[in-house]
């Protein structure tokens, strides 16, 4: 539904337009509705327990991630590097991989 769909009072218009588009809600009501939400069994709290763990995960799938791309690589290096006779064109034409940090 769109803002021009409503019937508006002048004194409705005014009051919105003098609002801003930006407006935070206040911290009171944040909590209420929070407190709200909560009471109607639609928002969870979240334990400490939850709020470590998950980073905590986060973290390690993405070391065992990284962990798996340089075995791979590695592995794969010392295979092509096994291939490679000395003197041949293989040596010429050979592709260096090189790790980008950020």
């Excluded at 409503?6 to 209420?32: H, I, K, M």
């Excluded at 639609?42 to 798996?68: E, M, Q």
């Excluded at 340089?70 to 991989?97: K, M």
Aim: glycine share 6%; proline share 2%; no cysteine.
């Amino acid at each position: 539904m769109m803002q021009d769909d409503f019937d508006w009072t002048e004194g409705e218009r005014d009051g919105l337009q003098s609002y801003g588009a930006n407006v935070t809600p206040s911290e009171t009501l944040r909590q209420r509705t929070m407190n709200a939400l909560r009471e109607q069994n639609l928002l969870g709290t979240r334990s400490r327990r939850v709020r470590v763990v998950r980073p905590a995960v986060g973290i390690a799938a993405a070391i065992a991630i990284f962990a798996a791309a340089a075995a791979a690589n590695y592995l794969t290096d010392r295979s092509q590097s096994n291939q490679n006779v000395v003197g041949s064109t293989a040596d010429t034409t050979r592709i260096e991989r090189h790790v980008i940090w950020f």
